[in-house]
């Protein structure tokens, strides 16, 4: 039986549908900043997928396939990775990049997995629940959570509205940032310099309450800096951070269970 979906959650997708296919029909998807470029980044979240996993969810793959092709090098037992993505050229791009007989690509919107996917042991979420719509994102993890067998788990890269805080303050170039409403505090929301994209960057606590509310154990929530060479020539392509000074870009790598003795928070 297909779950009817809030009319308003409906709208909000296809929004934000429409902003990615407009921008991969512009640009391919090289005004976005790419945290699948990072070596290290990749051996991180591959090292928190158990060895033991058979189906993983790739939540909003977009057209890169740099993770996929490690996942089932490192990964004996997998049986399915399902990348989904509400972007059809995305799809089509990844299809055409990696074709293998264990993944399969899927295009709906977030809000859909849970009528079409089950029975996923990890869900992997790489800067890919980014709405401006803070309601919309609350309901895309509680989709995940549906998804998942019981002790699955979602292993996930967030923005933290407090890396561009962080630039604005320690350096005159980003201070308009504060200013302009670059930066919206208030409200947990970045303004994209390139791509012109407006999505949610949360603090620690407030990410931390809306996995909760959701019903899932938060099991870790650490920094990770993008450093490496590669991705500072990147931070200064697309934020224009300078690549031998500046301060690196960071976000939080979170893991959080299904299991979870603990009662659900009102939203």
Known sequence: MTRKTN??????????VAAWEHEY????????????LDEYFLKKIIKKIPQTDRRI?????GSE??????????????????????????????????????????????????????????????????????QYNREVI???????????????VFPSIFSPLEQAYHNKKFSNWISDGTIDLVNSLFKEPKGDFVQSFYPPSLLKKIFES????????????????????HSEYIYGIDSNNGLPVWEYLVEASKYSLQAPVKK
């Open 65 to 134: 396939i740099n993770l996929q092709r490690k996942i089932l090098l490192s990964h004996a037992k997998i049986e399915q990775i399902v990348c989904t993505d509400g972007s059809q050229t995305a799809i089509k791009l990844a299809q055409s990049n990696f074709s293998n007989e264990k993944i399969c690509y899927v295009n709906i919107a977030h809000h859909e997995i849970s009528n079409f996917i089950t029975d996923i042991d990890s869900i992997i979420v790489c800067n890919s629940i980014l709405s401006a719509s803070d």
């Open 214 to 233: 959701n019903r899932f154990k938060l099991n870790s929530l650490e920094i990770i800096f993008f450093d490496s060479y590669k991705m500072m020539q």
């Open 25 to 36: 029909s512009l640009t391919g998807y090289t005004n976005v900043f790419n945290i699948s």
């Open 7 to 16: 009319s308003n959650v409906v709208a909000i997708s296809k929004a934000d």
């Open 57 to 61: 969810l790739i939540l909003g793959c």
């Open 142 to 156: 509680g989709h995940c959570y549906k998804v998942l067998k019981n002790s699955g788990r979602l292993i996930g």
